[in-house]
């Protein structure tokens, strides 16, 4: 599955944003779809996922209250709301797609097989 992620830009503190990850080369249905953000000289980190066939989300402690994912099936994508942003959240967003996660190895990177190239969230104080 080839994903695409879209949606990053500039924002205020306090504003919102809304990334996208669409798959082509087949559906969504049975993957367990994942949000990581990046920042130059750490490691990837665990942003939310959700699995698509039970709708059960999962949020890094960090994000939660502010971003919300979804899934969109006319779209046959992932969308993650990210509302009341920090600068702290300032990143390149990844979206990633795995269709065999158990649960445990959900907010670990090296658990996806495919990964759509990243998008610039940029937040200005």
């Known amino acids: 599955v080839q994903l695409q992620a879209s949606g990053g830009g500039l924002v205020q503190a306090g504003g919102s944003l809304r990334l996208s990850c669409a798959a082509s080369g087949r559906t969504f249905r049975g993957y367990t779809v994942g949000w990581f953000r990046q920042t130059p000289g750490k490691e990837r980190e665990f942003v939310a996922a959700i699995r698509w066939n039970l709708r059960t989300t999962y949020y890094a402690d960090s994000v939660k209250g502010r971003f919300t994912i979804s899934r969109d099936d006319a779209k046959n994508a992932v969308h993650l709301q990210m509302d009341s942003l920090e600068p702290e959240d300032t990143a390149v967003y990844y979206c990633?797609?795995?269709?065999?996660?158990?649960?445990?190895?959900?907010?670990?990177?090296?658990?996806?097989?495919?990964w759509g190239l990243g998008t610039q969230v940029t937040v200005s104080s």
């Open positions: 990633s797609a795995d269709q065999h996660l158990i649960t445990s190895s959900t907010m670990m990177p090296d658990s996806y097989d495919y």
